[in-house]
């Protein structure tokens, strides 16, 4: 068995990305305990919580990683077929 390869790090994003997401409001906390859990890949925050709107919040370079969870939790959560990721272009 081969070791893994480990590259060196760069230095680390100056702004997050936030993917925004709208799903039934009986998942919200299930989402957020998921998202939690796996290392705290991604944080998430409520806003409009009559629609349910989330941003998910989390380091561009872990992008994959998060569109690969939330695509594995969709039909669970009734999530949408597309997501969009939008990089931020400030701090917040």
Do not use: C, M
Request: no cysteine.
């Amino acid at each position: 068995d081969a070791l893994p390869i480990f590259r060196p790090l760069g230095p680390p994003p100056v702004f997050s990305a936030r993917l925004y997401v709208e799903l039934p409001a009986r998942h919200v906390a299930s989402l957020k305990f998921l998202l939690e859990g796996y290392d705290n890949l991604a944080y998430l925050s409520v806003l409009n919580r009559r629609r349910s709107t989330l941003q998910v919040v989390f380091s561009p370079d872990q992008e994959a990683e998060v569109v690969r969870l939330l695509d594995g939790l969709r039909e669970r959560l009734a999530l949408p077929h597309r997501l969009a990721v939008v990089v931020a272009t400030s701090a917040r």
